[in-house]
């Protein structure tokens, strides 16, 4: 029973912030690259934050560099989000995946055609509306 767990979602002010988890059970993100991924309504899946296994690489889309920031804690078996002055268009489902053997680089660029992560969860709702 390998699984990822996405928590923290759902409805926030614009300029708000809000914080998402990504809780790994049944083996250890350790040696994993982490991904934060999300789709919005009629819109293609698209990275948004990526953290290396060691957590000392990370990359982000420019849509939200300088507002979103992300964390592992590997004690924890946890990966985290934290999204800062969230804007209406921030809006959608996210999504956390986790792979061996990718780069947070390599992850965050990738598109859903292209896809090869070893594990995905099922996904959190955000809302950014007033």
């Known amino acids: 029973q390998l699984q990822l767990v996405e928590s923290g979602g759902g409805l926030v002010q614009p300029g708000g912030s809000l914080r998402l988890s990504c809780a790994a059970s049944?083996?250890?993100?350790?040696?994993?690259?982490i991904g934060w991924f999300r789709q919005a309504p009629g819109k293609e899946r698209e990275g948004v934050s990526c953290i290396d296994s060691s957590g000392g690489s990370t990359t982000h889309a420019d849509s939200v560099k300088g507002r979103f920031i992300i964390s592992r804690d590997n004690a924890k078996n946890t990966v985290y989000l934290q999204m800062n002055s969230l804007k209406p268009e921030d809006t959608a489902v996210y999504y956390c995946?986790?792979?061996?053997?990718?780069?947070?680089?390599?992850?965050?660029?990738?598109?859903?055609?292209?896809?090869?992560?070893?594990?995905w969860g099922k996904g959190t709702l955000v809302t950014v509306s007033s």
């Open positions: 049944g083996f250890t993100l350790d040696y994993y690259a």
């Open positions: 995946a986790a792979d061996w053997g990718l780069t947070a680089q390599a992850m965050c660029v990738m598109t859903p055609i292209d896809y090869d992560m070893d594990y």
